[in-house]
Every structure is written in structure tokens, then in C-alpha cells.
T-cell receptor
């Protein structure tokens, strides 16, 4: 049973607009959340993370929001650029080994 | 720059064959991981290792084994390949500081097809 869920398999957004990717989780023991980005024929690369003690973390055009009571996090990309077209995975961790539970991914397509 | 390399990008094997997938990292990382990626399921952890000769089962270890004889190398073994093991296999490594904030660095993946 998947503990991390990304219910939108795909998202299309115009260049310059905001992309919002959503992620829900069921395990209340998760205390660290990450987003990875994956281009075709490459491995995932780390994008941004957030600890459970925070509700927001920002890095340039990327912001992650965490709502612990709703067990929900989201990734905002503003403004979206064509190079952002990729699959985005949400991941969560509940232990010090860094074992991650991943969502199914959301394919983002940024159109000119 | 962390580099994680995997021995093959594409592999085609027959049912019942023994398959070895190799992964090497060059950053002296303690932790190494094997995942498989399937459509609609994301990445699922097969095995991980936190030290040489040490291994722990992940979420889907059935049908797989691993070997870590040297710190930089982590091998995934399919003892008798089956068609349901057709997948993209991804190796990752992380520093192993004992913190959940360790970033995992991934290799490019091996696309395995079992006929």
C-alpha cells in the first residue's frame, strides 16, 4: 500500500505561469519530505526538501509547503520554464537511514 | 560532483537467467540503495546497505539479493529472472551521516527486460 501518493499523473502549464504539484501521505511518522526531478534517460536529482518542523521552504523558483494536519505537501514552481518539463517525485522519510518512500510521480509539461 | 554509475543502460535477459546489476559511486558514501521504478508505482526500495557487507531489506526484496564487498560497489542480483522483474532499476548513494537529511544521488538507471 503506497504511503505517499501523487494523484495527478500529469500537469500541463504555460511558460511563465505557476506549476503546483500535490502530494499526500498516510504515515504520520514521516518527518522529512523531498522532491526529486527526473529527466528521461537520467536518474532522479534532488530538488528541494522540508523538515516536519517547518511549513514552508523556498529555493529560488521552487517552494515546498507542508500541511502536517492534512498530511499534504505541495511544490510550487514560479515562473515555470520549458526546462522544468520533467517527472517530479515526492518522497518521504521516517528514519535516520534516509530510506525513502516515493510517490508515483507527476509528469510536468511546460508549453511555450 | 557525486557520480553514481551503473554498468548497463539496457539489458535483455531470458526467464530463469541469473542477472547481475552493478553500481559504483565515487564519493566514499556509506549508504547505497537499489530501487525499481514502474509506471504508476514510482520508485520502490529493494535493498539498501549502510556499510560494507551489511544489507537491509527494503519494501520489495523478494526475488532479489545484493552484495557489497567494497564500499564503492553495490550489486543487485536476480537469482532467477522472471518477466515481472522487467523494470527500470536505479541505484543511489548517500553520505550516511545518520541524518534523514542526507541527499540520495542516483545513477542513470538500467532498463532490464526479461523475456
Amino acid at each position: 500500500d503506497q504511503q505517499v501518493k501523487q494523484n495527478s499523473p500529469s500537469l500541463s502549464v504555460q511558460e511563465g505561469r505557476i506549476s503546483i504539484l500535490n502530494c499526500d501521505y498516510t504515515n504520520s511518522m514521516f518527518d522529512y519530505f523531498l522532491w526529486y526531478k527526473k529527466y528521461p534517460a537520467e536518474g532522479p536529482t534532488f530538488l528541494i526538501s522540508i523538515s516536519s518542523i517547518k511549513d514552508k521552504n523556498e529555493d529560488g523558483r521552487f517552494t515546498v509547503f507542508l500541511n502536517k494536519s492534512a498530511k499534504h505537501l505541495s511544490l510550487h514552481i514560479v515562473p515555470s520554464q520549458p526546462g522544468d518539463s520533467a517527472v517530479y517525485f515526492c518522497a518521504a522519510s521516517a528514519d535516520g537511514w534516509g530510506k525513502l518512500q516515493f510517490g508515483a510521480g507527476t509528469q510536468v509539461v511546460v508549453t511555450p | 560532483d557525486v557520480k553514481v554509475t551503473q554498468s548497463s543502460r539496457y539489458l535483455v535477459k531470458r526467464t530463469g537467467e541469473k542477472v547481475f546489476l552493478e553500481c559504483v559511486q565515487d564519493m566514499d558514501h556509506e549508504n547505497m540503495f537499489w530501487y525499481r521504478q514502474d509506471p504508476g508505482l514510482g520508485l520502490r526500495l529493494i535493498y539498501f546497505s549502510y556499510d560494507v557487507k551489511m544489507k537491509e531489506k527494503g519494501d520489495i526484496p523478494e526475488g532479489y539479493s545484493v552484495s557489497r564487498e567494497k564500499k564503492e560497489r553495490f550489486s543487485l542480483i536476480l537469482e532467477s529472472a522472471s518477466t515481472n522483474q522487467t523494470s527500470m532499476y536505479l541505484c543511489a548513494s548517500s553520505l550516511g551521516s545518520g541524518s534523514a537529511t542526507d541527499t540520495q544521488y542516483f545513477g542513470p538507471g538500467t532498463r532490464l527486460t526479461v523475456l
